[in-house]
């Protein structure tokens, strides 16, 4: 499976919504995420993709959509 | 020698504003001199420091000294090395000063710690969120000049905005072109003069006119159901719009005199009288030290919880965290028990918070969601802070507990 079809699947495991229609949406602005969330991703992104993100690289202004997302594991893979 | 506090009066105004003209022009012409930026910090950190309070200096020197040794045999450990007890005993040692100065007057009755000097903590925040992204990987280039510059940065070393060690020195390493420093330049002024408004205008008439007479007439209305009075309430509110201005007042002030230093200190403000939910609130609300809190404690406690599966539902291990987290906020406030109940009911706040809002998803289609419903929650919120900082401004320890 490709990172962007794992990270979509997080992320709806998640939230509970479906996010793939808003890729460009404001997941912290929304609601959707918070901090607690945003653990939850990194330790998922560790278990399924082996990405390892350490607390302080997550600046939320670069992880607030999912498409910033998916770019930033892309580039950490 | 005469002695300032930071933003004090007049004259302090006048001095920052003679010594920050040179350093305005050379950024104009894109130049920045680090050495006149250094004796312009010197100058204004012996201002603050000096004369009569210089214990105080002293302190701060040696406290410096010890966070620098600490950092930087850090950070050359850390080049080859990764061992988590080691960290905490780190981590231990550098939060040690700062736990001392807290609780040296709950247990020698009110009487001030002689290692202690203002603004501690903010440079303890500091120096433990350079330490904890050095352990991450995050900050590899440590550095003892920046490092200096960082924690000795006059324009927030009394009570912030905490800045972060990396943000800071990419300002500081460069120099904003002249459209964008033109910017900052206007910015900068115009928070300095809102920042005027706010804390020698509005936080004089609430803290110094309205609320002596208030709690001289809370301390006589005593008496009633747990001796609360309607000038009790009226106190409360007016130390809330005092504590609001007093300290967004300092902050413009702080992160208006970085912006003309070009330096994108960050806000600690954010409107938050217009909070829908106490969440929101911390997003608002003294948001350096919220998200200080939130980056450097709960995540890193959340982080840890799940990854030892120590709580078996992931909203336990948030409750959980949010309890600690914001406890550690009230105990950082002071020992006394009104920080400390202060603390435990924003924990408590937090929680109830995100029940509610985990029910109102499930529930999206039965619950209205309208005009009315937006400004009763922005009502109900603004209370619930005002009755909090009621607990916080230790009014009631007099009421109850003085005779």
Redesign the interface.
């Known amino acids: 499976m490709d990172i962007k079809a794992t990270v979509l699947d997080i992320l709806n495991d998640l939230t509970g919504n479906d996010v793939s229609g808003a890729m460009d949406d404001n997941l912290f602005d929304s609601g959707i995420m918070d901090s607690m969330a945003s653990v939850q991703l990194l330790l998922s992104l560790q278990s399924e993709l082996g990405v390892n993100v350490p607390v302080s690289e997550f600046e939320r202004s670069e992880w607030d959509t999912p498409n910033k997302i998916i770019a930033k594991v892309e580039a950490l893979a | 020698m005469l002695t300032f506090e930071p933003y004090g009066n007049p004259t302090y105004f006048a001095l920052l504003g003679v010594a920050l003209l040179p350093l305005m022009i050379g950024l104009l012409y894109g130049k920045r001199s680090r050495l006149y930026e250094t004796l312009v910090s010197i100058f204004f950190l012996v201002l603050t420091f000096g004369g009569s309070k210089w214990t105080q200096g002293v302190a701060l020197i040696i406290y410096i000294l010890y966070e620098v040794v600490l950092t930087w045999g850090y950070a050359v450990y850390r080049r080859n090395h990764n061992s988590g007890p080691l960290f905490y005993l780190m981590v231990i040692l550098a939060i040690a000063p700062l736990t001392i100065v807290k609780v040296t007057p709950a247990v020698e009755n009110g009487q001030a710690s002689l290692i202690g000097f203002l603004g501690v903590s903010y440079l303890t925040f500091r120096a433990v969120q350079t330490m904890?992204?050095t352990r991450?990987?995050?900050?590899k280039n440590y550095n003892i000049m920046t490092f200096l510059q960082f924690m000795l940065f006059f324009p927030t070393i009394s009570s912030g905005p905490i800045d972060r060690y990396r943000r800071f020195e990419a300002d500081y390493r460069s120099v904003p072109d002249r459209d964008k420093y033109l910017g900052m330049l206007q910015k900068g002024i115009r928070y300095l003069f809102v920042g005027f408004m706010y804390k020698f205008i509005l936080a004089y008439y609430f803290g110094t006119i309205l609320m002596p007479k208030l709690q001289l007439m809370a301390m006589h209305s005593r008496g009633g159901f747990l001796d609360i009075s309607w000038p009790l309430i009226g106190y409360m509110y007016c130390y809330s719009a005092d504590l609001f201005f007093d300290f967004a007042g300092y902050s413009l002030f702080a992160v208006g005199t970085s912006y003309i230093m070009g330096i994108a200190t960050p806000m600690n403000f954010n409107q938050p009288w217009r909070s829908p939910n106490i969440?929101d609130f911390w997003n608002r609300w003294h948001i350096t030290l919220s998200f200080w809190f939130?980056?450097f404690i709960?995540?890193?406690l959340?982080?840890w919880f799940?990854?030892h599966k120590v709580f078996k539902k992931?909203t336990t291990?948030?409750n959980v965290t949010y309890i600690i987290n914001m406890l550690i906020m009230g105990f950082w406030h002071g020992v006394t028990w009104y920080y400390i109940t202060y603390g435990l009911f924003h924990g408590v706040a937090l929680v109830v918070n995100d029940t509610w809002?985990r029910y109102k998803?499930k529930h999206r289609q039965s619950i209205p969601h309208n005009k009315f419903t937006q400004v009763f929650a922005i009502f109900l919120t603004a209370n619930l802070v005002c009755f909090s900082f009621l607990i916080f401004s230790g009014i009631l320890d007099k009421i109850w507990f003085l005779k």
Do not use: H, I, N
């Open positions: 904890m992204e991450d990987g995050t900050l969440k939130r980056d709960y995540m890193r959340v982080f799940m990854k992931p291990t948030a809002l998803k």
